[in-house]
Each structure stands twice: as C-alpha cells, then as structure tokens.
C-alpha cells in the first residue's frame, strides 16, 4: 500500500511542483532599462523602462494607432522575497503578479499559472540590441513575441503625434 501511495504522489505531484526560483536582484535585469520601439505600418509600440532604484523598476507601454492612443500600460518589476515579481497594470486594470521562474544574463522569465492569459511574460535582449518581448499560456501555448529596437532617449518617434 505504501508503494502504491508513493507512486500516486510521483505521478500527480511532482510534475506539479517547480524548482524554487534562483535569488535575484533589480540590478540583473538593468539591461531593460530605456526606451523600446516597435513600429509596424500605421502602429507604434513604446515600451520605456526605468533604471533600477530602490528595488524596483517602472515602465508605461502604450500603443498608438493611427495617430492615436489604443492601449496603454502601467508595468513594474520589483524585488520581494529574494526574486522578482513583475506586475502588469493593462488599461489601469488592477495589478497582476507574475513571479521570476527563470533568469540568466540578458533574459527574464515570469509566470503566473492562475492567470487565464498570458500566464508566462519573458524578455530577452538581443546580442544585435534589440529585445524580444514573448507571452504564452501554459507550456507556450499561443505564443507571440515582439521585437522592439532601443531608441535614444532624445529621439522624437515618428506616429506618436500630441493627442487630442
């Protein structure tokens, strides 16, 4: 009988379980800091990034169309508990967590297995200087990425207009 409850417990438990992400500070993601632009056609994507400070670090994304504001966001990826948690803010909905599953020199990994989708958010920046932004659901699924070229931080974008 103890055999069988073992084999259950490896069977439906462990395929479950996650390795303990490695400890992690701001500082090793500084490599996001600045400003990211994806222009496609008429679409303009700006992402900029604050400098680490204070265990934290800031960013607004917003999305022009056609000379206008279509989608915005409030992002912050912060250092709690030893790692770091990315929370998204789409259109000043309320705050999704994302905890740090995975970082390595120029690439982060969150996820968030509750959320319906994205459920995993992964940045990585290019030897050529450019940054894949990725989302997928569980094990990839539906995943799109997006690469964004960094631009100087005095350099007007083209599309982004005044407003109205």
Known sequence: MLRIAILFFCATVLPHAQAAPRRATI??????????????????VEERWTTPAGGAMLAVSRTIADGRLSE???LRIVERDGGLVYVAQPNGRPPTEFAMTRLEATSVTFENHEHDFPRIIRYTARADGTL??????TGGARERSWVFSRQ??????????TGG
Not at 132 to 137: D, H
Not at 152 to 161: C, F, N, V
């Open 27 to 44: 500082a090793e993601v500084a490599w996001l800091a600045g400003t990211w632009v994806r222009v496609d056609g008429t679409r303009t």
């Open 72 to 74: 915005f966001e409030f």
């Open 152 to 161: 100087p931080a005095t350099r007007k974008l083209s599309g982004l207009g």
């Open 132 to 137: 894949v932004a990725s989302i997928a659901g």
